[in-house]
């Protein structure tokens, strides 16, 4: 313990009652957030014992496993930072008791999915596991400790787990804090290292301060202060939703212009240059697509929804979810058109994909736009030929078939995938670039055009490729808002 009476470097009112200096964090949930996030802790803390406890063990076993290139998650970078602190201060376990209870602080890094049931299916967020990971907290916890949500919750979440803790736990005292994470997958570990800022939310008692002060020590360690930023809970946890909804907007303002630019033959890339330079606007988040991906940004947004409808807001509501809508016509407008295209029927054609990432440096696939486009061109019968450098096949078809009303053989007969990109290609009458990975320039495309059924159609969902470089070769080629 310490007592803080002034706090000259950061940017924080002075914390004026005892703030913990934290020895010991467990976070619940070793998925894509709290893998990467806990391995960064504990690297620039080596003071700190970082424990991250799953309920599954395959996930656990695969961090410990000695052969880093086995570790569940794909993020360069990662296995560097796992080799340096695990087995020093980083440990991974399934006994999730033993680190609730040794813990000052403990991340809850749980999935909050859409709901699939119930008040608010398809668009609440699902907090089944964070509430059990709360009423396990509460039922093991001895001594005081510092809950924080590190999950993307919907705004006032922070109250049912208060609410929780606080009514079912063994007397001990709790802080909640919000400390949205903002890392963006294939970028995880720069985005660690080097965050554009840390936001902490917290009660604004003095208990609740000092507990914010406890976490901006940990962060402290390598961020400057003047990146960390504190507010109340509510204002933290709405943040992330709108720092994601913002994010999105921008993808679906590009990519309905790329519609435009489609119909007029202007070229999105030049008007996304064009207007990008304007300081106001700014490059980033430009890139015309066949749609966003990702665990974030739908789920995110349709959470933002269902609280605006709540709360009878119903305009807002409808302005964020056209959002969603355009998202959802960009996947359909690129499968139709493939469909269009190929003289308006696909049955029995092979379609090759190139990627089903939802985006490039990550093996992650929730709601990747392959997985719908896949969908739509196996309603006309397609045979689809999937090739991704690190999506499992397993990977491939719990996906499909997780979307689709199709049984599971029959998605089988019409979805195989290649580990070889020439043999997935090899005879195929289009491919469809859904993912943006970089070793797909490099290919050879004069031996791939050789090998296809003729004519050879190329659909550039991430205009990823160079047209004119393929158009020279024979190949038709249709990229995003071109
Ligand atoms: C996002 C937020 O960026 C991150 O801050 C938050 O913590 C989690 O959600 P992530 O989902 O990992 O991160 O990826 P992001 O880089 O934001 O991309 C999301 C989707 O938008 C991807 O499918 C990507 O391909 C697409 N996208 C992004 C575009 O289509 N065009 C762009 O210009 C940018
Ligand atoms: P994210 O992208 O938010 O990190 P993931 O699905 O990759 O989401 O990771 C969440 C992890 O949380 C999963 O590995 C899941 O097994 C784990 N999990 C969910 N509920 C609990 C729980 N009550 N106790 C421990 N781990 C849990």
């Given at each position: ?34 893998g990467p ?12 014992k ?13 961090w ?13 970078g990662l ?9 020093r201060n ?14 000052d ?33 509460a ?22 787990i ?14 909640i ?18 965050p ?11 208990e609740?301060?000092a507990?914010?002060?406890?976490l901006?020590?940990?962060y ?20 992330k939703?709108?720092?994601n ?15 435009l ?13 064009a ?11 430009l ?28 305009e ?8 969603i809508?355009m998202?959802?016509?960009?996947r359909?407008?690129?499968?139709n ?11 029995g054609?092979?379609?090759a994909?190139?990627?089903?990432a ?24 397609a ?12 990977q ?7 979307l ?62 160079n ?7 024979g ?8």
């Open positions: 313990m310490s007592v803080e009476t002034t706090s000259p470097t950061t940017n924080q009112q002075p914390a004026t009652t005892i703030h913990k200096k934290i020895k010991s964090i467990c976070c619940i949930g070793a998925g894509y957030v709290g996030t806990m391995s960064v802790i504990a690297q620039k803390n080596p003071d700190i970082v424990t991250v406890v799953d309920l599954n063990e395959q996930r656990i076993a695969d410990n496993d000695a052969d880093l290139s086995k570790l569940p998650i794909f993020e360069p296995d560097a930072v796992v080799e340096e602190a695990r087995g980083l440990f991974f376990s399934t006994d999730v008791n033993q680190a609730i209870a040794e813990a602080m403990i991340f809850i890094s749980v999935n909050t999915p859409t709901k699939t049931y119930g008040a608010g299916k398809g668009m609440a967020a699902d907090l089944k596991y964070v509430e059990l990971c709360a009423r396990q907290i039922e093991v916890a001895t001594s005081d400790k510092i809950v924080v949500e590190k999950s993307t919750l919907p705004v006032k979440t922070a109250q049912a208060k609410s929780i803790l606080d009514n079912t736990g063994n007397g001990v005292k709790f802080q804090l919000s400390n949205p994470e903002f890392l963006a997958e294939g970028t995880a570990m720069t985005d660690l290292a080097n554009d800022r840390v936001l902490i939310g917290g009660d604004q008692t003095p609740g301060k507990a914010i002060q406890s901006v020590d940990v402290g360690a390598w961020v400057p202060q003047a990146q960390i930023i504190t507010t109340n809970l509510w204002s933290s946890e709405l943040s939703l709108v720092a909804a913002f994010l999105a907007q921008r993808v679906s303002s590009i990519n309905a212009i790329s519609e630019c489609e119909a007029t033959q202007a070229n999105v890339e030049e008007v996304a240059r207007i990008g330079m304007d300081s106001r606007i700014g490059p980033k988040f890139k015309a697509s066949v749609g966003f991906g990702g665990s974030c940004f739908q789920k995110d947004i349709l959470n933002l929804v269902y609280i605006s409808k709540s709360l009878g807001l119903n807002v509501a409808d302005y964020w979810e056209q959002v809508i998202n959802n016509h960009q359909d407008r690129f499968a058109n493939i469909v269009s295209t190929l003289y308006n029927t696909v049955s054609k092979k379609i994909f190139l990627g089903w939802f985006k490039k440096d990550t093996n992650d696939t929730r709601e990747s736009a392959a997985i719908y486009v896949a969908d739509r061109l196996i309603d006309e019968q045979q689809i030929y999937v090739y991704d450098p690190k999506v499992s096949a397993k491939m078809q719990a996906d499909l078939n997780y689709s009303t199709r049984t599971e053989t029959e998605n089988a007969k019409y979805l195989q995938t290649q580990t070889d990109p020439y043999k997935a290609v090899e005879g195929a009458h289009a491919i469809a670039v859904l993912t943006e990975w970089d070793e797909f320039k490099s290919y050879d495309w004069q031996k791939i055009y050789d090998n296809m059924s003729k004519p050879a159609f190329v659909f550039d969902g991430r205009n990823v490729l047209q004119e470089a393929l158009e020279a070769i190949f038709q080629v249709q990229s995003i808002g071109k």
